[in-house]
């Protein structure tokens, strides 16, 4: 059983930035595909980030390219999400997500990839 457990949310205001971090257990962390996820109050949540294996290979939300820096590290079983130039609209509860079926180079932006989820944390950017 994986379990994934987010930190680093909070409050900011636009412009401003935040790090979360995704602290994994259990499984291979090495092997798994890293997502990031958002959702805003009464919207779907959707896509951030995501990060294959090694960290050979990333992709983006159109939404977030160029403002958001995914990355992992396999020693200590970590992801992070880098947030800058952060806007109102980037405000929601962000989800930490383990794919355990994809091969080493993959990415992905399906939820229906992901088999594991942290339980979320709160970003909140100010105007």
């Known amino acids: 059983q994986v379990q994934l457990v987010e930190s680093g949310g909070g409050w900011v205001q636009t412009g401003g930035s935040l790090r979360l971090s995704c602290a994994a257990s259990?499984?291979?962390?090495?092997?798994?595909?890293m997502g990031w996820f958002r959702q805003a109050p009464g919207k779907e949540r959707e896509f951030a980030a995501t990060i294959s294996w090694f960290g050979g290979a990333e992709y983006y939300a159109a939404s977030v390219k160029g403002r958001f820096t995914i990355s992992r590290d396999n020693a200590k079983n970590m992801v992070f999400l880098q947030m800058s130039s952060l806007k109102p609209e980037d405000t929601a509860v962000y989800y930490c997500?383990?794919?355990?079926?994809?091969?080493?180079?993959?990415?992905?932006?399906?939820?229906?990839?992901?088999?594991?989820w942290g339980q979320g944390t709160q970003v909140t950017v100010s105007s």
């Open positions: 997500a383990a794919a355990t079926r994809l091969r080493e180079s993959r990415t992905s932006d399906r939820a229906d990839d992901y088999d594991y």
């Open positions: 259990g499984g291979t962390f090495s092997s798994f595909t």
